[in-house]
């Protein structure tokens, strides 16, 4: 048993009601995303322009990127538990809010924009404590499968949230599927509340009299250059999703609209990455170590790459699907590995500034790429920009291989 007596070393993290409970939570509040992501298009669609509702839509994105360093102060500062509470719970209650005030009358599109702005903020605060939360309730040796679970979550809510939103939306409109996305959040609340975590270090009161939030970013940005594994780590992280977000977002639709293979083209090929993915996650989640991750992960980059660009010149939808599979499997296998050891290199004091560098790349520098891939294609066509990208993404994973530390780097046994 651990020090601290909250898991047994012996046990795997999917037998582990404390994991489980999180995991649960996890899941339950990604699909609220996932539904509320959803209702929010629709609503901003149904109450102004096409031009008018990109916008409302590009205000949570452009929020979350802004805010996301500071996200991981908070994290630190408060600790990961009480800030992934508060978020959700205010989602909750911003989100069951504009559910009541769509269902009484027409606020206008402000009142959207004015909700994407709150949550775009919230993810900021809620990613990198998500991502923080891990070490503290799992043994270091069971990160890897708890990693597996939450790639195996995230996949069963892209699953659930999609239809159960457009259900919503079809039976009630767009403040049924607020309604329902904020009953999501608030279930993902008593299983928070009931975590039981171990006791890492924090920063207490008289030490957050002492700094400000900006030295203490600068500081976790110090730690993370200074750091012989995490430094290169984040560059590997930069530079694989700079390279894989374009051709699987924004060049994938023009890529089978050139092929002719429509929108079922499209659902197929994304098919086929989540079961690749899906995959990669449920193997973590058995197997719980894979030996050599520094070398596995700097690989599976490389090899992604490759399936990358192989798909730009296939010709047949299914065997487009076959690839999709590789690069699903290549792609969940390397991120749940760099979060994994993320978490297990990482000073816990510094875990959220951490994790929220990696997220800011992932979800904040990485989507400016989608204009840039359209408009390339638009110019040159699918080949040479899945090609192009496929490089960058392939560069990351030859950096990784580079770097000694990274290269040898090991999860816990």
Not at 8 to 35: C, K, Q
Not at 122 to 130: E, G, H, S, T
């Amino acid at each position: 048993m651990t020090a601290t007596g909250l898991a047994v070393a012996e046990r795997p993290a999917y037998r582990d009601p404390n994991i489980l409970r999180w995991v649960g939570a996890y899941t339950a509040s990604t699909t609220g995303d996932m539904v509320y992501h959803l209702a929010l298009s629709w609503a901003a669609v149904q109450n102004g322009t096409p031009a008018q509702a990109g916008i409302v839509l590009a205000l949570s994105a452009v929020m979350r990127a802004l805010l996301m360093l500071g996200g991981g102060v908070v994290a630190d500062r408060f600790g990961p538990r009480r800030v992934v509470i508060s978020s959700d719970a205010v989602r909750c209650v911003v989100v069951l809010g504009v559910a009541a005030a769509l269902a009484l009358a027409s606020p206008g599109l402000w009142v959207l924009a004015a909700v994407a702005l709150v949550f775009g903020a919230v993810d900021a605060l809620f990613m990198p404590a998500v991502g923080a939360l891990p070490p503290r309730i799992a043994a270091s040796e069971q990160l890897a499968r708890v990693q597996g679970m939450r790639g195996l979550a995230y996949r069963i809510s892209v699953l659930v949230g999609a239809p159960l939103g457009g259900l919503a939306v079809s039976l009630g409109g767009s403040a049924a599927a607020f309604g329902a996305a904020g009953l999501l959040f608030a279930f993902s609340l008593p299983l928070l509340l009931a975590l039981r975590l171990s006791p890492l270090p924090t920063v207490d009161d008289a030490a957050r009299e002492r700094t400000t939030a900006l030295r203490d970013l600068t500081d976790g940005l110090h730690y993370l250059r200074r750091h012989r594994v995490l430094g290169p780590l984040m560059i590997v992280i930069a530079l694989s999703d700079l390279g894989f977000v374009g051709p699987l977002n924004v060049g994938l639709a023009l890529l089978s609209d050139a092929r002719g293979w429509g929108a079922a083209g499209i659902g197929w090929i994304l098919a086929g990455f989540g079961t690749g993915a899906g995959a990669a996650s449920l193997l973590l989640t058995v197997r719980g170590r894979i030996p050599r991750a520094g070398l596995v992960l700097s690989w599976t980059i490389a090899l992604g790459a490759a399936s990358i660009a192989a798909l730009a010149h296939v010709p047949q939808l299914p065997v487009a699907v076959a690839v999709s599979v590789s690069v699903g499997l290549l792609a969940g296998l390397s991120g749940a590995l760099c979060g994994a050891l993320t978490q297990t290199e990482c000073d816990p004091v510094y875990l959220g500034r951490v994790t929220s560098v990696s997220t800011f790349f992932s979800l904040g520098v990485a989507p400016l790429s989608f204009p840039l891939t359209g408009a390339a294609v638009g110019l040159w066509g699918p080949v040479p920009v899945f090609a192009a990208s496929a490089a960058v993404c392939a560069l990351g994973g030859i950096y990784g291989l580079s770097v000694k530390a990274l290269r040898r780097a090991e999860l816990p046994r």
